[in-house]
């Protein structure tokens, strides 16, 4: 379906790339039929109906196709938890109940075949996280999936610190435990930051603190807390958490939004749903699949996601069709998995949507992506192609 | 009397009639087909625009047998213990175990299957031991576990690969490695074997309880189900199989397509999933995509969800992306349906919409590949057993 037309020539530092005939789902201002992309230094420059076409460019014909932002999957462990090497591959949760100082790019092996996998499924960007075994699991981050050294590929060193308090870390998991610790270090990171100010009015160094700093991040509103949540009562408990102490908040999993949802409307907090696939015993048993839904038509910010490996990553546009079909309006479910993944995650300047400005990350489909049809022709990252489908006699690249 | 017209039906057995009709009397299909005559006593459900097609049937899952952390079951997946003082074999061989007995026919996770349209499974033991007993085929539905039960026993499952290594390694017992886990096998069948030449010879030999499984299974009364994903763990399933002369599936058969003549060639059925996760190393290789290559190779293949690894729910789901990656069409619903009524021997009463079968139907909005078609009504032996409308929680009613 795609022909690919190098450019012959390419004129000194202006090389143009265009993306021609695809249906274009720009997510933030609808869909452009028979549209154009033009990329220059990996980023949109121009997209829409009718563009002219630089002379120089290198042409990619997409007739037929249907372009999507790349794909971004809100949360999960890809690389952190390398898959076919056993426990050595598992880095997810460190020991120890409070670890806000754990960076989980530090543990993130890039060649992991999850991200070929994420690749070949359109998917350009994960928020790749620590397990939620403690209290205050570490620091997540925004990476794009594109293949080569991670550090070059990060775009948000800290996206959010991972903390739980559902009671569920082993055998010493308590609800009442988890929030006392938490709230201790809370305590703890307010006295710091106070001390602070007054080094800082004094023209004297501030002290750093690892563990603490993340969470004066936090309270300062400069970061946000990604709380596990499972049953309704946990996800009450995050809501006053953070409105006792004043921190952004992020709900993550949420399995019993839907049985709270005017709770957590009135907080204005976001969520990052799901995943559904997981089977209803304990504090999942009121797990609904019509939860992303719910939640979205009632106003609440809802991204989904995979928590790779619960659901390997490739998946995230099946779960994000599974929402569509139980209740998620087929444009938020669309928006699940880009725009509101990426406003989440605070990354929405560069990436979750095609707009001039933004980065010429792109996924294209032979279907629209809910079809069980539709197949990723080929995946797109900063202008260049880092995937694509082999098809006999049509490349001609 | 029940009249489903309208219908785009999906039989499974024949073409795809369109407009059709099921007429259900009794709990079983009487008619099947277009422009048939709606008998003046039944009770007509229209469902123009809608398709319809025969329950779904799970060929491999725990439900109802698994205790899911909340201490409610009995968790039979892996229980511990032989026959006390029987001594004929280890730990990890414990045919005598019955499926039967833990089975929770009220469990909450029949009740979601159910929505999700499947309505038939084959539940049983785990697999964390070579041989860890006899599962059982029931409905998801029903009056009680004499109506819901199908058949009992109706397997020997066995296991080999990572999971009984890993479980008895850890407490430094046998098998700790797959040399273990072949001598374990083979050893159960020449024992078994000499057994039964020993009853045969001497009606007056003591029955053990133990060793009768696997004696009906040496006789072609029972199958064997191995649990094996490797290539190197299917091949010695099949080299068992070989030599005892037994018949079997393969369960999982996460590599099958690996080695798809050596299956074929035995005339081996694949029970294959779950696709869908793989965090262990033994199912590295996973991939949607061996469905269709399985089906062109003329294996016959089923899809499984192993529920509760992917809650049974999403069964369709891993069909529909096995048809993506490759499987025709026809042969994606058939894999959950007739061919995995046909694997686990209950063809004759499910897995299509032909006369004299069970009226177990389902009506969903859209074609059943697709992502985005829901289950809308769901018929176990004509009864509607349930209703997207209905069988709303409370919190999803207006004004609640």
Redesign the interface.
């Known amino acids: 379906m795609l022909r690919i037309v190098e450019a012959m020539l390419v004129k000194g530092g202006c090389f143009v790339k265009a993306i021609v005939n695809g249906t274009l789902y720009t997510v933030a201002q609808g869909i452009i039929e028979n549209g154009t992309i033009l990329i220059q230094d990996g980023k949109i420059v121009a997209l829409g109906a009718n563009l002219p076409i630089p002379e120089e460019a290198e042409i990619i014909f997409a007739e037929g196709a249907h372009i999507y932002p790349g794909l971004i999957d809100a949360d999960c462990k890809v690389g952190i938890f390398e898959e076919g090497q056993g426990p050595i591959g598992d880095d997810t949760n460190e020991s120890g109940s409070i670890g806000s100082e754990l960076r989980a790019f530090d543990a993130t092996w890039w060649e992991d075949v999850a991200f070929e996998d994420c690749r070949r499924a359109g998917i350009t960007a994960l928020s790749i996280g620590p397990g939620s075994n403690n209290v205050i699991n570490g620091q997540s981050f925004v990476t794009k999936t594109a293949p080569g050294v991670l550090d070059h590929q990060v775009i948000r060193a800290f996206a959010g610190l991972k903390i739980n308090i559902c009671g569920t870390r082993g055998n010493q998991g308590d609800r009442t435990i988890d929030i006392a610790l938490l709230q201790g270090q809370l305590q703890k990171a307010k006295e710091l930051m106070a001390k602070n100010a007054k080094l800082i009015e004094k023209g004297e160094t501030p002290e750093e603190n690892p563990k603490l700093d993340p969470l004066v991040a936090l309270l300062k509103g400069e970061n946000f807390a990604r709380i596990t949540v499972y049953a309704n009562h946990d996800i009450l408990n995050a809501l006053e958490l953070a409105k006792t102490w004043g921190f952004p908040l992020v709900l993550e999993r949420c399995y019993e939004g839907h049985l709270v949802v005017d709770d957590i409307v009135a907080s204005g907090c976001k969520v990052i749903a799901g995943p559904t696939f997981v089977n209803r015993y304990g504090a999942a048993k009121n797990l609904s699949l019509k939860m992303p839904g719910v939640l979205a038509k009632a106003g609440v910010a809802v991204a989904l996601c995979s928590d790779h490996p619960t659901l390997p990553s490739e998946n995230l546009s099946t779960q994000a069709a599974l929402a569509c079909r139980d209740g998620l309006p087929e444009e938020l479910a669309l928006r699940a998995i880009t725009l509101t993944a990426a406003e989440i995650l605070g990354v929405a300047d560069r990436i979750g949507s095609l707009e001039v400005g933004k980065d010429a990350d792109l996924a294209i489909f032979s279907e629209p992506i809910f079809k069980t049809a539709s197949q990723c022709l080929a995946t797109m990252v900063n202008g260049t192609l880092i995937w694509q489908a082999e098809e006999e006699g049509e490349c001609q690249c | 009397m029940l009249a489903i017209i309208n219908g785009t039906l999906v039989t499974v057995s024949g073409p795809i009639i369109p407009n059709g009709t099921v007429i259900v009397d009794q709990g079983k299909i009487v008619a099947v087909g277009k422009n048939l005559p709606i008998p003046a006593k039944a009770e007509v459900v229209d469902a123009t625009g809608k398709f319809v097609m025969p329950g779904i049937v799970e060929a491999h899952c725990h439900l109802g047998v698994m205790d899911?952390?909340?201490g409610e079951e009995d968790n039979h997946m892996d229980a511990d213990g032989a026959l006390a003082g029987a001594g004929s074999f280890g730990p990890a061989v414990t045919p005598e175990l019955m499926s039967y007995y833990a089975f929770n026919p009220r469990h909450?996770?029949l009740k979601?299957a159910l929505a999700a349209g499947v309505t038939t499974i084959l539940t049983r033991p785990g697999s964390g031991k070579i041989i860890s007993g006899m599962g059982i085929i029931t409905k998801t539905y029903g009056k009680s576990r004499k109506d819901m039960v199908m058949m009992n026993p109706a397997e020997v499952k066995m296991a080999l690969g990572e999971n009984p290594k890993r479980n008895f390694g850890s407490k430094k017992q046998s098998p700790s490695t797959r040399m273990g886990s072949g001598a374990i096998l083979r050893d159960a069948f020449l024992k078994a074997k000499s057994y039964m030449a020993k009853r045969e010879k001497d009606p007056e030999t003591p029955i053990n309880y133990q060793m009768e499984p696997l004696v009906k299974v040496l006789k072609g009364e029972l199958k064997a189900r191995i649990h094996a994903h490797r290539a190197d763990d299917i091949m010695m399933a099949l080299r068992a199989a070989d030599e005892f002369g037994f018949q079997m599936s393969i369960e999982h058969a996460s590599e099958a397509h690996i080695i798809a003549e050596e299956v074929r060639k035995r005339n081996i059925p694949c029970v294959l999933g779950p696709s869908?996760?793989?965090?262990?190393?033994e199912t590295?290789r996973k991939d949607f995509a061996a469905a269709g290559i399985l089906e062109k190779a003329g294996i016959k293949v089923c899809i499984t969800t192993d529920?509760?690894v992917?809650?049974q729910?999403?069964l369709r789901?891993c069909v529909?992306?096995s048809?993506?990656a490759g499987m025709s069409e026809d042969g994606a619903i058939r894999a959950m349906t007739l061919t995995s009524a046909e694997i686990i021997g209950v063809e004759n009463r499910v897995g299509s919409l032909d006369v004299g079968k069970d009226a177990d139907v389902l009506i969903l909005d859209g074609h059943p590949?697709?992502?985005?078609?829901?289950v809308e009504k769901v018929y176990v032996s004509g009864v509607l057993a349930f209703d997207i409308e209905r069988d709303k929680?409370p919190?999803?009613k207006e004004g609640v």
């Open positions: 899911f952390g909340v909450i996770q979601q869908m996760t793989r965090t262990k190393v590295t529920a509760g992917v809650p729910e999403y789901t529909a992306l048809h993506r590949l697709e992502l985005l078609s829901q929680e919190w999803e």
